[in-house]
């Protein structure tokens, strides 16, 4: 293994002055993204304005620990994204790259864990004839679950040209972009999971 991938006293390079995490095309990407879920976060106030008894009764009847559950994979796998941002910029590729790969194994539990939660709604009789309440919890968080999982597709490509020597200290505007990429989702889910877990 060489040297510099344990080496953490090395400094980080630092970005230039102005320079754009990734490339602009992310971005344009992100800015899609929020404009997106602003939208449908209106949706949600509209319906929860006309329907707060709907919203409240439906919040309660929600398992809040698939909810807590998904936000501690987020988090975790964006702070492991983070570090692998982090570990190449100081030169430790080897490094970069065990934490892109924890980065996909945690993020791995986000589908599970929804579909797990998924199955108990269903048993408890959360479905699609389940009113309003029902119809925008499941739009929201499914089309979310959709958006990460553009995100590990991501991971894998990113990985692949990650091994195969594509990103040096120098270079590394593709693992940037994933990292931009999945922390604007990671901030989408931070601010899904209070409207349908906490605020009942």
Do not use: Q
Not at 74 to 100: D, E, K
């Amino acid at each position: 293994m060489p040297a510099a991938a344990l080496d953490w006293t090395r400094p980080a390079a630092e970005p230039a002055p102005g320079r754009v995490p990734g490339n602009r095309g992310i971005w344009v990407g992100i800015c899609c993204e929020f404009v997106e879920f602003l939208v449908l976060f209106v949706t949600y106030f509209v319906a929860r304005a006309h329907h707060p008894e709907a919203f409240r009764a439906g919040a309660e009847r929600l398992g809040a620990g698939f909810g807590l559950a998904i936000t501690v994979v987020m988090v975790s796998s964006s702070y492991c994204l983070a570090r692998a941002v982090a570990s190449i910029r100081a030169g430790a590729l080897a490094a970069s790259r065990r934490w892109l790969v924890a980065a996909l194994v945690v993020a791995a539990g986000y589908p599970l864990t929804k579909l797990l939660e998924i199955d108990w709604n269903l048993a408890h009789g959360i479905d699609g004839g389940g009113g309003i309440f029902a119809a925008v919890y499941y739009y929201l968080t499914i089309n979310h679950m959709v958006h990460a999982g553009w995100g590990m597709l991501g991971m894998l490509w990113v990985l692949f040209r990650h091994l195969t020597g594509a990103y040096t200290a120098a270079d590394h505007d593709g693992l940037e972009a994933l990292a931009s990429y999945w922390h604007a989702t990671d901030i989408i889910w931070l601010t899904l999971f209070p409207f349908f877990y906490v605020l009942v």
